[in-house]
């Protein structure tokens, strides 16, 4: 079964602030890999996904992710973060089974 | 489209107390899921259906039924409350053309349920 760590449970950082958050999963196979993010008080919403190709995606909002199959890892990153980048962001993988599994979240806050 | 709703937002429930929370999609999707949410455990889910009439358990079953009679629709059977159960339930589909592979998951805005 697929397993997936963030490593960071708070990250707290001012406006223009770069942000990287750590992301690994652990099955070996082929999957697909997704961050998910949720504003205070709202459901999630997909900031990006990977399925095959280049391994730098490009999401919503000025965020990307870098798949790097070697190292099991889908780290989260935004040059420049906003104050409404508030929010809690979660990494999610597939393991070929239907189903996805969820890492624990990061809180993300953003000090104006 | 609406994409994905539940009802009810909120819910105070009393132990042993049943209820069902309803998940409805509008955009055709074959799979469906149900995940519960608590404080710094991300989401874990409870069941899934891969179409109207076949579902299956998740990482955390227990205490919980489903049923998917329709494609739009998937409700969540809470038969006997316990305070283990407070969290927030969220709903989610995906098209997923098979072969193992998940879709995006679209997800619906959630029912807060506290059991005391």
């Known amino acids: 079964a697929q397993s997936v760590s963030q490593h960071n449970h708070h990250v707290i950082l001012s406006e223009a602030a770069s942000l990287e958050l750590g992301c690994n999963y652990s099955?070996?196979?082929?999957?697909?890999l997704f961050w998910y993010v949720q504003y205070p008080g709202q459901h999630l919403q997909l900031l990006l996904k990977y399925f095959s190709g280049d391994p730098l995606v490009k999401g919503i909002k000025g965020f990307e992710a870098e798949f790097i199959k070697s190292k099991f890892s889908f780290n989260l990153r935004k040059p420049s973060v906003q104050w409404s980048d508030t929010a809690e962001y979660f990494c999610?993988?597939?393991?070929?089974?239907?189903?996805?599994?969820f890492g624990a979240g990061t809180t993300v806050t953003v000090r104006a | 489209n609406a994409g994905v709703t539940q009802t009810p937002k909120f819910r105070i429930l009393k132990i042993g107390q049943s209820m069902t929370l309803q998940c409805t999609q509008d955009m055709n999707h074959n799979y469906m899921y149900w995940y519960r949410q608590d404080p710094g455990m991300g989401l874990k889910l409870i069941y899934y259906?891969?179409?109207?009439?076949?579902?299956d358990k998740g990482e955390v079953p227990n205490g919980y039924n489903v049923s998917r009679s329709t494609t739009e629709d998937f409700p969540l059977r809470l038969e006997l409350a316990a305070p283990s159960q407070t969290s927030v339930y969220f709903c989610a589909s995906s098209y997923t053309p098979g072969q193992g592979f998940v879709n995006e998951q679209f997800f619906g805005p959630g029912t807060r349920l506290t059991v005391l």
């Open positions: 999610a993988a597939d393991s070929n089974d239907y189903k996805l599994s």
């Open positions: 259906s891969v179409g109207a009439g076949i579902t």
């Open positions: 099955y070996g196979g082929t999957v697909n």
